[in-house]
């Protein structure tokens, strides 16, 4: 069953409540025939306005001709009585009389509140700074521009307080020329421009942004999306620098390691040739090689690979069980050695401490051993060290020629070619005495 | 040796410069080439040393440590080169630590086996006598 036709005083009022513009129109004389009060409350226009008036009269003319041809549906943009455009869905029913019955439908108000609420919250809650500014021009030529709207997190990013309503030049005076021109491009062109670029008048930050054009071409506006990626880019700046310096030193390293091989490889090459019996180079191998490894554990332990003078004499002599005493004198100023002067000075120090605990003054009772040395400072800067051990009571019987010659080689040879040192070793009643001249800028014969 | 009597005619007489600033490899590669009869120039271990020697006498070939106390030998490489002289790197760093220009340069690893360091050297002087 079909329910009874409603009366024509309860259409008028579905007609006068409806939100949905409905109208009546003439399409053979292109006028519009009535228009419900809706009309009035979304457009602003009035019934008396309208009625008779021509389609044009708030019709955009560019839709007209669609208008006119629409057979079901359509829609077309109709401007409103305080001039802006509203776009509007229609659909037509077809009536007596050779009239048209019309039901229009606000395509941005269905939309427009949840809509813009949704906006809205996303530009509040957003990290991103957001602004929407306006172009200010003096002669034709891009001067300056004021800040329409901007979103909280706007002055986290770029630190100006209270933008809106105020002009950029007002805030920062020395804003750079570039950044009008890039807005301007984007508000005259139309074209969206996403770009990294930094300002000195800004506190040298550096911004990502995209700016594109909104509202009419004539209001000269731009939307801005940016944020501040100053210290992104410092730490990625910082981060390739460390990869740079990381890849020197593990070349360096590896070349560091392959030497010391090939050193150990050429010590023990030495050890060979100048010892008969195989438990002397197994002796004789391990201690040296005990001492290399003591340098580098020592060398490991400043960040800057430097070694404590103090330091390395003292751990060659803990490692055969030796203190400083009335026996053992060790005293010199303080002083850092390069890796390389230590290395070998190690050596040297370990062929001399064997040495004296197999036939010297840490093997005899009541012999004593003297290890001093001072520094030489060329304007505050240490620039030689005078090395000196001395042993002192050792019976001439216990006197012992120079081992099997690698102590010796090491101190009159090997200290020369790779340190540029000066040595003395001799062997005289009393026990052994040395001294070590070097000079401490790492490289033998150079006048520095 | 057997190597270094095989060898010895390739490199009699042949003048040849060591620089490298560790003693007892310096001393190694020395003895090395005394065996096989080559005549050894240095060892030094510098590079000022080095640059004196090339400049002044006759070189056959040139063993080269890259890093000489924090120095690196490429001015004396270049040097080499322009007078024609041949010479290798005998470093322990990779291809990719050196310099552009020396990639090409022959490179010998450290630590470096003695034979492998003279048949290296042969294969230089021999490229040098056909070039």
Known sequence: ?????????????????????????????????????????????????????????????????????????????????????????WRFSYGEGGLTHC????????????????????????????????????????????????????????????????????????????????????????????????????????????????????????????????????????????????????????????????????????????????????DHFQGRLGALARTQVIVARTAAGMVDLQDLIRDELLSVGVHDGPNVRIGGPDILLSSNVAETLGLAMHELVTNALKYGALKVDGARLDISWSIDLDQGRPNRLHLRWVEQGVPAIVLHPARDGFGRELIEQALPYRLGAETMLEFRGGGIRCSISLPLDGRPGSAE | MLWGLAMSETFKDKRILIVEDEYFIAQDIKRVLHQAGAEVLGPVSTLSEGMCIAEEGRLDAAILDVNLHGQMSYTLAEQLAKSHVPHLFLTGYDDWSLAEPHRDTPRMAKPFQPMILLAALERLLSAEASA
Request: glycine share 4%; with cysteine; net charge negative.
């Open chain 1, 1 to 89: 069953m079909s329910a009874p036709p409603l009366s024509a005083s309860a259409l008028q009022r579905f007609h006068d409540l409806s939100d949905d513009l409905l109208a009546t129109v003439s399409m053979r004389a292109g006028t519009w025939v009535s228009v419900n009060p809706a009309f009035e409350r979304s457009l602003g226009w009035g019934e008396d306005e309208l009625v008779d008036q021509p389609f044009s009269a708030i019709i955009h003319p560019d839709d007209l001709p669609r208008w006119s041809d629409a057979v079901n549906a359509m829609d077309c943009r109709l401007r409103c009585k305080d001039g802006h455009h509203r776009l509007i869905a």
């Open chain 1, 103 to 282: 039901i229009g439908r606000d395509q941005a108000a269905s939309r427009s509140s949840a809509d813009e609420e949704k906006y809205r919250n996303l530009f509040r809650s957003m990290d991103q700074g957001y602004c929407i500014i306006q172009l200010i021009y003096e002669d034709g030529e891009p001067v300056d521009w004021r800040f329409i709207e901007v979103n909280p997190a706007f002055e986290k990013h770029n630190g100006l307080h209270n933008a809106v309503g105020r002009t950029m030049r007002e805030m920062a005076p020395a804003i750079e020329q570039k950044w009008m021109d890039v807005y301007s491009h984007v508000a005259t062109t139309g074209e969206s421009l996403r770009f990294e670029e930094d300002s000195a008048a800004l506190g040298d930050r550096i911004f990502n942004l995209y700016a594109f054009r909104v509202g009419e071409p004539e209001e000269r506006k731009v939307a801005v999306l940016f944020q501040n990626i100053t210290e992104q880019r410092h730490a990625e700046e910082a981060l390739r620098q460390s990869e740079d310096r990381l890849r020197v030193l593990v070349g360096e390293l590896q070349h560091r390691v392959r030497n010391m091989l090939t050193v150990v490889r050429s010590v023990f090459t030495r050890t060979v040739a100048t010892n008969e019996d195989l438990e002397e180079v197994v």
